[in-house]
Structures are given as structure tokens and as C-alpha cells.
């Protein structure tokens, strides 16, 4: 079974500044991916960006971009430039790497507040 | 863009009473799932549902849960006899394919209260 852990319950940056979110997580697959879904307040989870294991180059989405260590099992994931729009829940989450109608594991979440 | 969406928003029911929770997912997607949310809790996977049948299904997913796809739009979470413990926040997702590059879309989610 898969486990992710997010150590950071919550927490907060200022307009405009960088702000590092932490994941980790165990497993023993070799071959999945990882994900981290955006939840602003009462709205749906949307994805802000995902990780084949198998690649080696972090994935970036604009201000959005992780950094994957496959053998530490971290995949944490940086915003820069912050902006007020990216206040909310942040999820990190893992997928198998098959053809299962997959289940995504998450972790517990990290509020994030943008202040302005 | 196309979104999951689900209804009621907020459904409150008597313990012992039956619900039925409902998607619609998009349109073109092939794969369907259900996670719940204990408040305070980790989102948790329920079951997956493809091609009609139920392909993944977790620990939680017990004789109490099922699902349904009645027509061709809706998707379905029903809970026979509703105990306290499933007051929770459940999504609806929806994905075309089971890979990275077509990943779950998501609902708003409804919070069912257990009274």
C-alpha cells in the first residue's frame, strides 16, 4: 500500500514571493506518477501538475514547477510569484502505474494562505 | 471546459436512511470514481468504476456502498443505511484513461450530513 505525507498543515506567503510545499511519500513501485490538486475554498480540485516517475526532468506549469527526488521519495512542489488566486488546499497525490482504473492515494493537505 | 458535477450540494438524512449521492461526469470520460472526505481527514479513495463494472474498490467500500451508472450521463453513490461515521464530504471524478496524461477531474462535492 501507498502512504503520502504532507507535513505542513498550513501555511502562508506573501504576494509576489516563492513558497515551497513538501510531499513525500513510500511506496514500492517503480513506475508511477504524482500529482498535486489545487481546492480553493469551495470549489471543485483542479491539477496543477504531475510527475511521471519514470522521467527525470521536474515538471513545470508556469509559476508551478516540482522537484522530484525519486529516491528520497519527495516531491515537493514550488509556486512563484505568488498570487492572491493561489490561496487554497493543496493535495499531493500517487498513482500505480497501470491500466486499473487507478485509485489516487492523497495526503493530508497543506492550506495555503496568499496575504497580500 | 466540460466539469464533474454533482448534486445536492449538501444532503442532511437520518441515520438508518438510505442516500443516494449524484454525478454527472463529463461527457467523453470512461472512468469513474468516488473519494470521501472525513472532515479534518485525508481524501480516501472509494471505488472506481469502468465499462459498467466496479474495477478497483477499496476497504471502505463494503455491502452498505454501491454504484450505478442508470443512463448514459449519471453516475451514482448509493448508501443503504446511513450510519453517523459517513457524515463526509464525498467527489465525484472522472477520467478519460487511467494515465497521467488524462488525469481524474473532479466535482464540487457534496457533504452529506448524518443526523
Known amino acids: 500500500a501507498q502512504t503520502v505525507t504532507q507535513s505542513q498543515p498550513e501555511m502562508s506567503v506573501q504576494e509576489a514571493e516563492t513558497v515551497t510545499l513538501s510531499c513525500t511519500y513510500d511506496t514500492s513501485e517503480n513506475n508511477y506518477y504524482l500529482f498535486w490538486y489545487k481546492q480553493p475554498p469551495s470549489r471543485q480540485m483542479i491539477l496543477v501538475i504531475r510527475q511521471e516517475a519514470y522521467k527525470q526532468q521536474n515538471a513545470t506549469e508556469n509559476r508551478f514547477s516540482v522537484n522530484f527526488q525519486k529516491a528520497a521519495k519527495s516531491f515537493s512542489l514550488k509556486i512563484s510569484d505568488s498570487q492572491l488566486g493561489d490561496t487554497a488546499m493543496y493535495f499531493c497525490?500517487?498513482?500505480?502505474?497501470?491500466?486499473?482504473?487507478?485509485?489516487?492515494?492523497f495526503g493530508g493537505g497543506t492550506r495555503l494562505m496568499v496575504k497580500p | 471546459e466540460p466539469e464533474v458535477t454533482q448534486t445536492p450540494s449538501h444532503q442532511v438524512t437520518q441515520m438508518g436512511q438510505e442516500v443516494i449521492l449524484r454525478c454527472v461526469p463529463i461527457?467523453?470520460?470512461?472512468?469513474f470514481y468516488w473519494y470521501r472526505q472525513i472532515l479534518g481527514q485525508k481524501v480516501e479513495f472509494l471505488v472506481s468504476?469502468?465499462?459498467?463494472?466496479?474495477?478497483?474498490k477499496s476497504e471502505i467500500f463494503d455491502d452498505q456502498f454501491s454504484v450505478e451508472r442508470p443512463d448514459g450521463s449519471n453516475f451514482t453513490l448509493k448508501i443503504r443505511s446511513t450510519k453517523l461515521e459517513d457524515s463526509a464530504m464525498y467527489f465525484c471524478?472522472?477520467?478519460?484513461?487511467?494515465?497521467?496524461?488524462?488525469?481524474?477531474?473532479f466535482g464540487d462535492g457534496t457533504r452529506l450530513s448524518i443526523l
Open positions: 468504476f469502468y465499462n459498467n463494472e466496479i474495477s478497483e
Open positions: 461527457s467523453n470520460h470512461l472512468y
Open positions: 471524478a472522472s477520467s478519460r484513461d487511467t494515465y497521467s496524461n488524462q488525469p481524474q477531474h
Open positions: 497525490a500517487f498513482m500505480k502505474y497501470d491500466n486499473a482504473g487507478n485509485m489516487l492515494t
